[in-house]
């Protein structure tokens, strides 16, 4: 039997993941995102649970006690997700023993952790790559790298500079003739007119430009307002889910909301006023995302329960 390494688990997860394709998960892993694989742990956090599955997933996020593991689950920055996704796609050869932890949690791997792994062949050893690893790139390195003598250097750095040179140099041509062939003939060019009369209304979940005639409503039965090109491509009323990006990596909001009296809640790409009451929208918090934001778009059974404000 070949015996189980740090190398041999990594072969095993990623051969698992190549058979099945993320098995149960498929919809999210056969061709992965960075948002997929947040949504993915979001919809399996109460699922799967084996005995140390959980240490897995508090090492992978760093989890705070006190809150939310949902919310900070959602709020986790979609960058640390893409050494998974470059590894599941082929395009790196190796990741840390942490994602490969997270990947084995979310396609099914057993038996895992690493520890559990060299448990089922009999082996004590710790989670390390191979002793005669360095040493190996070590010789790679130095086969493949040649090394010049002083005279191929000096003349290697004298190619570099001429071929600098002569770039600067068709560079410098090109924005001369610009300046003083190109740009006069755009000044001296017919200006395109302004077009005129244009308004915007509200049309179920966008701004849309109308005519400015049809004041005082439009023919969505909205009022017609002067045109104001930063609401009209920035502000949309938006669905949610926890795979929703909320706020920024800066912490700043990214949706705002608006509860109505029916007790429905409508969220929006911008801040301001609601387009048909005219109140001001509120933006997001930790408590309403939690409270409000379904676990996935249009999936019944996976909705988190609505409590009262």
């Avoid at 149960?24 to 005995?51: F, H, V």
């Avoid at 705070?64 to 395009?91: A, C, H, T």
């Avoid at 090109?229 to 502000?235: A, D, Q």
């Avoid at 109505?260 to 509120?282: N, S, Y």
């Amino acid at each position: 039997m070949k015996p189980r390494t740090s190398k041999s688990y990594q072969e095993e997860v990623l051969k698992k993941y190549r058979r099945e394709k993320g098995g149960e998960m498929s919809g999210y892993l056969a061709n992965p995102t960075r948002r997929q694989i947040r949504e993915a742990c979001i919809w399996l956090l109460d699922k799967r649970k084996m005995r140390y599955d959980e240490h897995t997933l508090i090492r992978f996020f760093q989890f705070q006690e006190g809150k939310s593991k949902i919310v900070q689950m959602q709020q986790f920055k979609p960058d640390r997700f893409l050494p998974i996704v470059n590894f599941l796609k082929g395009k790196t050869n190796d990741t840390g023993p942490e994602n490969l932890e997270l990947i084995a949690w979310l396609i099914d791997f057993q038996p895992r952790p690493y520890e559990e792994f060299l448990k089922s062949y009999g082996s004590t050893h710790a989670f390390e790559t191979d002793e005669q690893e360095p040493e190996y790139i070590t010789l790679r390195v130095a086969s493949e790298v040649p090394i010049s003598p002083p005279e191929k250097k000096e003349e290697e750095e004298l190619k570099k500079r001429r071929r600098l040179i002569i770039t600067i140099s068709i560079v410098f041509t090109t924005l001369l003739f610009i300046i003083l062939v190109i740009k006069p003939s755009l000044f001296n060019s017919n200006p395109i007119p302004n077009t005129e009369n244009h308004c915007m209304a509200w049309a179920d979940s966008l701004y849309v430009e109308v005519s400015c005639t049809s004041n005082p409503y439009s023919d969505f039965g909205t009022k017609v307002e002067p045109m104001d090109r930063v609401k009209l491509n920035s502000f949309k009323k938006v669905e949610v889910s926890m795979a929703t990006d909320f706020f920024s990596e800066d912490e700043k909001p990214l949706i705002w909301y608006f509860k109505t009296k029916d007790g429905e809640m409508e969220f929006f790409t911008a801040p301001g006023l609601h387009p048909i009451t005219g109140e001001t929208l509120r933006k997001i918090t930790p408590y309403i995302i939690e409270t409000y934001v379904p676990l996935h778009i249009n999936n019944t059974d996976s909705f988190l329960p609505r409590n009262q404000e």
